[in-house]
């Protein structure tokens, strides 16, 4: 099949613009919630057996509550690089 008749069906499944500030808060929650959970349960519990299992057991609670956090400090946040960003 032709790369051209692929291209179009790939750009479908892309979200609206006006979601980036959701995908921007869920992938940075994500990403920052999991390297937290595996810093944090190294120093809590060590490199012992059954890490793995703990921090995903901890990354089940602290993804969902750092995405509500980067969406509700998002403006404040963006507010504050406004002021010391050069536009």
């Not at 008749?5 to 994500?30: D, E, H, I, Q, Y």
């Not at 920052?32 to 190294?42: E, H, N």
């Not at 120093?43 to 057991?57: E, F, I, K, M, P």
């Given at each position: 099949?032709?790369?051209?008749?692929?291209?179009?069906?790939r750009?479908?499944?892309?979200?609206?613009?006006?979601?980036?500030?959701?995908a921007f808060a869920?992938?940075?929650?994500?990403?920052m919630?999991?390297?937290?959970?595996?810093?944090?349960?190294?120093?809590?519990?060590?490199?012992?057996?059954?890490?793995l299992?703990?921090v995903l057991?901890?990354?089940?609670?602290?993804?969902?509550?750092?995405f509500l956090?980067?969406?509700?400090?998002?403006?404040?946040?963006?507010?504050?690089v406004?002021?010391?960003?050069?536009s």
């Amino acid at each position: 099949m032709p790369e051209s008749t692929l291209r179009p069906a790939r750009r479908n499944w892309k979200l609206p613009a006006r979601l980036t500030p959701v995908a921007f808060a869920f992938f940075m929650s994500g990403i920052m919630a999991f390297l937290m959970c595996l810093v944090i349960t190294a120093t809590n519990r060590g490199l012992s057996d059954g890490y793995l299992s703990a921090v995903l057991d901890a990354y089940g609670l602290a993804m969902p509550v750092a995405f509500l956090c980067v969406m509700g400090v998002r403006p404040i946040v963006m507010h504050l690089v406004r002021l010391t960003v050069r536009s």
